[in-house]
Each structure stands twice: as C-alpha cells, then as structure tokens.
C-alpha cells in the first residue's frame, strides 16, 4: 500500500458526460501528479500540483481539469466524455525535496461507453 | 484486477534465473531515469533510479544500466521469483523544469516455476 487513495476504483459513464476523480496524497506530501494509462498510449503524465498550485503541464487536454484543495487533495474533472477517455487514471504524491520519488494510488478505471 | 498493455512484449523467465529488461529512451538530453514495475490492478512501483551521469546502479537485486551512447537502459533482476511478475516500463525525465517524465510502453514479466 503506497500510501495513496483514489477513488472511485471504477466509473462508467457516457459520452458527453461529466466526471471527478478524487485522490488524497501521503501524509506530508504536498505535490500530487495526475497520469492517464491507456492500453494504445501508455503512461502518460498529465498535470502536477504542488501546495494547492499547478507547477507542470503535460498531456492535458483542455476538457480535463485538476485543482489541488487546501487539505491537499485533488480532483481530476474530465468533461465531454468521449470513448478514447477510457482509460486507467492514477494519482501520484511525492516528498517535498525528493519530487522524482513518486507513490502511485490504486488507479481509477474510466469506462465511458 | 486490470490489464494492463495487453499486447506489450513479454518476456518469459525461469524462476531463479536472471532477468533483463530492456528499454530504449528516445531524448539524448534526458537527465534521469527510473524503473517501474506494475503488477495488476495496482499503480506502478519506484524500483530503481539513475541520473544520467552514471552508468550503472545496483539496488536490492536490481541493476540499471544507462548506456547514453545508444540511449539504451536495463534493468537486470537476480534470481528471479515469481512475486517479480509484472509490467516493467522505464520512465525519462526530458526537462530541466518540473518532473515531465515520459514513459516507455513496458515489457510484461514471466516467471515461470
């Protein structure tokens, strides 16, 4: 168990709809990472937050937004679902000093049918 | 629990044996890289890391190799076991800024009894 929560575990949901995807870091991290993994594209990074602020972009499309609360969770909202969304969506944290030393969550299974 | 890379390359090894995973980074400027393993339904794992100034790294029966003439990357593990079945994919930090790691497609583990 690294230490980090995602949920929910699996989502199902249409095109065109709308989701949250929620992620609670270590205890003591401050920076939280979004990854998308899909079976064609790999792991891809997507964004990064670090103390409630975004510090890098990646992959990101401008459907999806993030945004890091003041208890240091984070939610992923992906909006306008379309079928190529479904994928495998982990969150990661890391240490403050040590930031390549990521825990990755469980995952979250998006099926958008 | 989930797949992951369903049609990723496997490689098939004898319990006890030794095992090499190869992976090939595509940036010349990339300054870090770090091994992953993901075993099913769960987030991938930090195994091992290595700056770019360094050619080799041994770990708890791990070791990487970085080979930046051919921007080239193993990861050897020592008498495999069978909780070693996984995916393992390398990851390559490209930038100076942030931690924009990208991943390589990864190679599925098989220990065989």
Redesign the interface.
Known sequence: D?G?TQTPKHLITATGQRVTLRCSPRSGDL?V?WYQ?S?DQ????LI?YYNGEE??K?NILERFSAQQFPDLHSELNLSSLELGDSA?Y?C?S?PTGT?????????T?LTVT | G?S????LPTLSVQEGDNSIINCAYSNSASD?F?WYKQES??????II?IRSNMDKRQGQRVTVLLNKTVKHLSLQIAATQPGDSAVY?C?E?EDN??????????TRLSVLP
Not at chain 1, 42 to 45: N, V
Not at chain 1, 99 to 105: K, N, R, V
């Open positions: 690294s980090v920076s990472y993994q079976l790999g792991l891809q990074f990064q510090r890098a990646g495998l982990f990661a890391s930031p390549y030393e990521q825990y990755f969550g469980p995952g299974r | 989930e992951v890379g369903l049609h870090y770090i339904g769960k987030g991938p794992q930090f890391d994919f990851a930090k800024y942030g931690q924009n790691f990208v991943f390589g497609p990864g």
